[in-house]
């Protein structure tokens, strides 16, 4: 592990951690957003991804390039709950390991996750489209509750068409009213 990439991956993750807190403020869900993604400053997921930083893909990538999986990402995705992954459950009635169907205030904060994310590997590069082309990219072969990936679509497919700011506005002002989601 170099300082370098330390340094880089410190300024990765706090740039994007940032970027999701003023995303969350403007869905409405500020207070969560203040706790978003504080585990990547822990041991297991630091220290792998400053080992692992590029600076243009999450180091998870590379770790899991390198040994088939990442430590780093199984501790993440265990602890975040506005992962889809998190939302895993064994259902009695089929004897399986399924998808659940996540809480709304986690797909809101996964939206703000997504789009953070585009904004800061794509740099000035982004376009309010980018993070719709991203999740449509591994719609086929994504594992997640059929509820919460029509919700989350929907989302991108709103900042693609209808911009940031309006988006957030319905989120903040409609979505977030629903209590039947």
């Known amino acids: 592990m170099s300082l370098k990439g330390a340094f880089g991956h410190f300024r990765t993750i706090t740039k994007h951690r940032h970027k999701v807190i003023s995303h969350c403020f403007k869905a409405g869900i500020g207070w969560q957003g203040l706790f978003h993604d504080l585990s990547k400053y822990s041991p297991t997921e630091f220290l792998a991804g400053a080992r692992h930083y590029?600076?243009?893909r999450s180091p998870n990538e590379?770790?899991?390039?390198?040994?088939?999986y990442s430590k780093a990402w199984l501790h993440h995705k265990g602890r975040n709950r506005h992962h889809f992954e998190y939302w895993f459950d064994?259902?009695?009635?089929t004897k399986r390991n399924e998808p659940v169907k996540?809480?709304?205030k986690y797909v809101i904060e996964m939206f703000c996750d997504r789009v953070a994310a585009s904004k800061i590997y794509l740099g000035k590069n982004y376009s309010d489209s980018e993070p719709l082309a991203y999740f449509l990219k591994a719609k086929g072969t994504r594992i997640i509750h059929p509820e919460t990936s029509?919700?989350?679509e929907s989302l991108l497919v709103m900042l693609s068409e209808k911009g940031e700011k309006a988006t957030f506005f319905h989120i903040k002002t409609y979505i977030?009213?629903?209590n039947n989601y």
């Open 54 to 56: 590029q600076g243009t």
């Open 62 to 68: 590379a770790e899991r390039e390198l040994y088939g």
């Open 90 to 93: 064994y259902n009695p009635a």
């Open 102 to 104: 996540m809480p709304l």
């Open 150 to 152: 029509e919700l989350l």
């Open 176 to 178: 977030k009213s629903q």
